[in-house]
């Protein structure tokens, strides 16, 4: 047994659902909750009574470690006792698909499921085979821990099966059911669901932006359209958006001047914004991420240029992640994973994340971002021959220095001869960008029309 080593996953042999019948266990654990000998007693006799060779001794064992998985997995206390969360899988044993989906849940959000599923998903998309021991590495590399041997990934994939998460007797991820148990299975917030298109894509729009300090309602304004699709009033703004998200209590705006040829009015979030849009989203990647990451998401991009430069390369390279996911988030796209994380291999030079969007139709965008003073060739080629292998259909290089001439030569070839697009943000780009966030949009309707023109066909 496995349970004096230290563990970051809850330790689960024997409590498993290829050796033990979870509504049958919880019926068991409220008949002897309290009762630590009797309860494994129980379970000796239910499951083990023909195992252990026949040594009783070898059964209690058994018993016992089934025992010490509940506790692990947060369905008793020391003592046998049912929890509160035991108690709610206790209340709908009889319903097992709900039974499953909420064990399911708690291991993703509660006992680090979600940082093992994102770990497999990196090592799948890096081309890695998943086994206990290279889980147990590239665990380590995150920051969790595992004993030597144990199968504590294993006897969690196996919960998360019976929730749907992992297919039969693989590792391979079902991203639907995933998102369906974490909830963030839905396009937008419950907070958005009163509001116009036009008006839920303004408020998202200026949420991504991360910005505090007023700004001008007609960037926020071009921002969202850009980025959402939807077509907003030439007149009359503040009556077609900006007064129902007033009264809402979602922003603030005034009108910089008065009379005509003024100046547009400013807009300001508010505290409530934030705990309704940008909160959510924060919590739904903290069980994903880093937290020193998440920390440095909550920064203004002022800030996380200025880490870039910190002596400290495992926090200039998490800054460096910092800045692609503040970058895509302004453009409203949604995160699947980070390609490459260890720090070390690139002195926190690079950091490769994977983004989609399933706005009009499904897009998957590769992100690289170098804090090097130039892009080459050979870092635009590398990019475009995972492509294939990563079925992305954007390759965004962001550099926090120069885009080599013969960078941007070979990336236009790519476009003109396959349907990729290539996009290539540089300093002066992130500078504009951290002036005005809403710029980006700018930015990314140049490479556009770049893009559009290396493309004319003759027909």
Same mark, same amino acid.
């Given at each position: *047994?496995?349970?004096?080593?230290?563990?970051?996953?809850?330790?689960?042999?024997e409590?498993?659902?290829?050796?033990?019948?979870l509504?049958?266990?919880?019926?068991?654990?409220?008949k002897h909750?309290?009762?630590q000998?009797?309860?494994q007693?129980?379970?000796?006799?239910?499951?083990?009574?023909?195992?252990?060779?026949?040594?009783v001794?070898?059964?209690?064992?058994?018993?016992m470690?089934?025992?010490?998985?509940?506790?692990?997995?947060g369905?008793?206390d020391d003592?046998?006792?049912? $929890?509160?969360?035991g108690?709610v899988?206790y209340?709908?044993?009889?319903?097992?698909?709900?039974?499953?989906?909420?064990?399911?849940?708690?291991?993703?959000?509660n006992?680090?499921? *979600?940082? =093992?599923?994102r770990?497999?998903?990196?090592?799948?998309i890096?081309?890695? +085979?998943?086994? =206990?021991?290279?889980l147990?590495?590239?665990?380590?590399e995150?920051?969790?821990?595992?004993?030597?041997?144990?199968?504590?990934?294993?006897?969690?994939?196996?919960w !998360?099966?019976?929730?749907?998460?992992?297919?039969?007797?693989?590792?391979r991820i079902?991203?639907?059911r995933l998102?369906?148990l974490?909830?963030?299975?839905?396009?937008?917030?419950a907070? !958005?669901?009163?509001?116009t298109?036009e008006?839920?894509?303004?408020l !998202?729009?200026?949420?991504?932006?991360g910005? $505090?300090?007023?700004?001008?309602?007609?960037?926020?304004?071009d921002?969202?359209?850009?980025t959402?699709?939807? +077509?907003?009033?030439?007149?009359n703004?503040p009556q077609?958006i900006?007064?129902?998200?007033?009264?809402?209590?979602?922003?603030n705006f005034?009108?910089?001047t008065?009379? +005509?040829?003024?100046?547009p009015?400013?807009v300001?979030?508010t505290?409530k914004?934030?705990?309704?849009?940008?909160?959510p989203l924060?919590?739904?990647?903290?069980?994903?991420?880093?937290?020193?990451l998440?920390?440095?998401l909550t920064?203004p991009?002022?800030d996380?240029?200025?880490e870039l430069?910190?002596d400290?390369?495992?926090?200039?390279?998490?800054?460096l992640?910092a800045?692609?996911?503040?970058?895509?988030?302004?453009?409203g796209?949604?995160?699947?994973?980070?390609?490459l994380?260890?720090?070390?291999?690139?002195?926190?030079?690079?950091?490769?994340l994977?983004?989609?969007?399933s706005? =009009?139709?499904?897009?998957?965008?590769?992100?690289? #971002?170098?804090?090097?003073a130039?892009?080459?060739?050979?870092d635009?080629?590398k990019?475009?021959?995972l492509?294939?292998f990563?079925?992305?259909?954007?390759?965004? *290089?962001?550099?926090?220095g120069?885009i080599?001439e013969?960078?941007?030569?070979?990336?236009?070839?790519?476009m003109q001869?396959?349907?990729? #697009?290539?996009?290539?943000i540089?300093r002066?780009?992130?500078?504009?960008i951290?002036?005005?966030?809403?710029?980006?949009?700018?930015?990314?309707?140049?490479?556009a029309?770049?893009?559009?023109?290396?493309?004319?066909?003759?027909?």
């Amino acid at each position: *047994m496995a349970t004096g080593q230290k563990s970051d996953l809850p330790f689960g042999s024997e409590f498993s659902p290829s050796q033990v019948n979870l509504p049958r266990l919880l019926d068991l654990a409220d008949k002897h909750g309290g009762d630590q000998k009797a309860l494994q007693d129980a379970i000796r006799a239910e499951y083990f009574a023909e195992h252990g060779g026949g040594s009783v001794k070898n059964q209690q064992t058994l018993a016992m470690n089934c025992r010490l998985g509940m506790r692990a997995y947060g369905l008793i206390d020391d003592m046998a006792t049912l $929890t509160e969360f035991g108690r709610v899988l206790y209340d709908i044993r009889s319903d097992e698909a709900n039974l499953y989906d909420k064990l399911g849940t708690h291991i993703l959000l509660n006992l680090k499921g *979600m940082a =093992l599923v994102r770990c497999i998903q990196e090592m799948t998309i890096a081309g890695e +085979r998943v086994t =206990l021991d290279a889980l147990r590495h590239a665990l380590e590399e995150r920051g969790i821990h595992f004993p030597k041997g144990g199968k504590h990934p294993s006897m969690m994939r196996l919960w !998360l099966e019976k929730a749907g998460v992992f297919a039969a007797g693989s590792w391979r991820i079902n991203e639907a059911r995933l998102r369906a148990l974490i909830g963030a299975d839905s396009d937008e917030f419950a907070a !958005l669901a009163r509001f116009t298109p036009e008006q839920r894509a303004f408020l !998202l729009a200026l949420a991504n932006c991360g910005v $505090t300090a007023p700004q001008p309602a007609n960037v926020i304004r071009d921002l969202a359209a850009a980025t959402y699709g939807v +077509r907003f009033p030439d007149k009359n703004l503040p009556q077609a958006i900006l007064n129902a998200l007033r009264d809402a209590g979602y922003i603030n705006f005034t009108k910089t001047t008065s009379g +005509r040829g003024g100046k547009p009015m400013e807009v300001t979030p508010t505290a409530k914004l934030r705990s309704d849009l940008v909160e959510p989203l924060l919590n739904q990647l903290k069980n994903q991420l880093d937290p020193k990451l998440i920390a440095l998401l909550t920064k203004p991009l002022d800030d996380i240029l200025t880490e870039l430069d910190a002596d400290d390369k495992y926090l200039a390279g998490l800054a460096l992640e910092a800045l692609a996911f503040k970058l895509m988030r302004i453009l409203g796209m949604d995160y699947i994973a980070t390609r490459l994380r260890n720090i070390s291999a690139t002195g926190g030079a690079e950091v490769d994340l994977i983004f989609h969007s399933s706005r =009009l139709v499904y897009s998957r965008w590769q992100v690289q #971002c170098k804090n090097t003073a130039r892009v080459s060739l050979d870092d635009v080629a590398k990019e475009v021959g995972l492509t294939h292998f990563l079925k992305s259909t954007v390759i965004v *290089m962001v550099s926090t220095g120069a885009i080599g001439e013969d960078a941007r030569r070979y990336a236009n070839k790519i476009m003109q001869d396959s349907n990729l #697009c290539v996009v290539m943000i540089d300093r002066q780009d992130l500078e504009a960008i951290k002036e005005n966030p809403a710029s980006i949009a700018d930015a990314f309707k140049r490479e556009a029309h770049n893009a559009m023109t290396l493309k004319n066909i003759d027909l």
